[in-house]
């Protein structure tokens, strides 16, 4: 028997590697929106951690789904099929213009897959020169060697030693910077049509149908990076779905599993062609537990009801939040979509995003930043209109306590 363990948030800076900053609380139990601490002190939920809990905390479906399945089978590596991912696939098939699913176990490695995905399919077809990939300033595509040196902040990649090469960054948002970099050797442009981490941008109709004539003209592959965007957050199942824009590969997480860890890549037949056996894996990618956790996800989530039911709390959210900046004046904007929005700070309050964090989780309150300049709130689809209206009155509390000082 282990000795009983003192858990306490001092027990992080003596056991763990200190690359994150915890907040000073440690959650123990969530329920839907809201979730409770060591003490017993309760929360709203509108962090949803980090875009993925959709379902909120312990959804019922996504815990019986677990729970049958742990019963019945969790692991078989790739040697094996299952039948949770191969439903899986099916719906995500059936439900986008995908045609074929790769599995993975989070964002950067859906990601990953799809960057080698694009490398091989340009090498097959057009030859070693053609493997310039291209992406955008203040984008973020994961933490893998690969991923990181792809996003848009140079800074994350530095340090590391000799960076993946054929990457250059463009400016979202600004096709001429786009156009000045594209030639027939781009293989691929991979962006996020509404960037996340980067503080909540929504990408310009006019930027990413730009976007899609340059990769035809070019013939290079349009990757949409959906880890954040997608799985209903926008209020469709995946952002592309409001435009007539269509990738060439489309990568999703986060929200796909509802908190369980599962990541997936989707293409085209055609493009899929090029990942041929052994070319690239993964030991857990499309295990039966993670797949039957996101097959319960995504027939919850891929309802009419509940994506018209994310546009209406966006209204509510928005509502809320400019009465609270009417009486405290401290954004300049909210931007985003559906239950992805970030509240812009103003010039007096530029680069405090952390104090608003740390102030609303004072006040009870799960809110995220994106970015110094940047309030973020990415809660659940299905959060309680009750909760938005008590998560907003815990928000303005914390708002007056950061002019307090
Ligand atoms: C979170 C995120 C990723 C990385 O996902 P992980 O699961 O953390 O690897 C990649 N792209 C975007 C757009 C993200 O928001």
Redesign the pocket.
Same mark, same amino acid.
């Given at each position: 028997m282990a000795e009983h363990i003192q858990v306490t948030r001092a027990l992080f800076d003596e056991v763990m590697v200190p690359n994150y900053a915890p907040a000073p609380i440690i959650p123990v139990r969530g329920q839907g929106s809201r979730v409770w601490d060591q003490a017993g002190r309760e929360y709203v939920d509108f962090a949803g951690g980090?875009?993925v809990n959709a379902l909120g905390h312990c959804h019922p479906a996504l815990v019986s789904a677990l729970k049958e399945q742990a019963d019945k089978l969790w692991h078989l590596s790739n040697v094996m099929t299952n039948e949770p991912a191969l439903r899986l696939a099916q719906k995500l098939v059936d439900s986008t213009f995908a045609e074929k699913v790769y599995f993975a176990n989070?964002? *950067? =490695?859906a990601?990953e897959a799809a960057l080698k995905l694009a490398r091989r399919w340009a090498l097959d077809k057009f030859g070693s020169e053609k493997q310039q990939i291209i992406s955008f300033g203040k984008s973020?595509?994961?933490?893998t060697f690969f991923?990181v040196t792809v996003g848009g902040q140079a800074a994350y990649s530095d340090g590391f030693g000799p960076k993946p090469g054929g990457i250059d960054h463009a400016e979202y948002n600004n096709l001429d910077s786009l156009k000045a970099l594209m030639s027939d050797n781009t293989c691929a442009v991979i962006l =996020?049509p509404l960037q996340?981490?980067g503080g909540i941008i929504p990408g310009d109709a006019a930027f990413l149908q730009g976007v899609r004539d340059l990769c035809n003209q070019f013939n290079a592959l349009m990757i949409y990076?959906e880890?954040?965007s997608g799985v209903g957050r926008t209020g469709k199942l995946y952002a592309y779905m409001h435009t007539n824009v269509v990738p060439d590969i489309l990568t999703t *997480?986060?929200s796909l599993g509802g908190g369980f860890p599962v990541?997936a890549m989707l293409t085209t037949t055609a493009i899929a062609s090029h990942l041929k056996v052994g070319t690239h894996g993964s030991t857990y990618g499309g295990n039966p537990l993670a797949c039957a956790v996101a097959e319960a996800a995504l027939d919850t989530i891929n309802q009419p009801e509940v994506l018209d039911g994310v546009l209406e709390r966006e209204k509510l959210f928005r509502r809320e939040l400019a009465a609270i900046n009417e009486k405290h004046q401290v954004f300049s904007t909210v931007r985003g979509q559906g239950m992805l929005l970030g509240a812009v700070l103003n010039d007096q309050f530029k680069g405090r995003s952390r104090d608003f964090f740390l102030a609303s989780a004072d006040q009870g309150l799960f809110a995220l930043v994106a970015g110094p300049d940047v309030i973020r709130f990415a809660p659940s689809l299905v959060i309680p209109e009750a909760d938005i209206i008590e998560g907003m009155k815990r928000f303005e509390k914390a708002v007056a306590q950061v002019k307090q000082g």
């Open positions: 980090i875009a989070s964002g *950067a =490695e990601n973020f595509h994961g933490r991923t =996020e996340g981490e990076d880890v954040q *997480a986060k990541g």
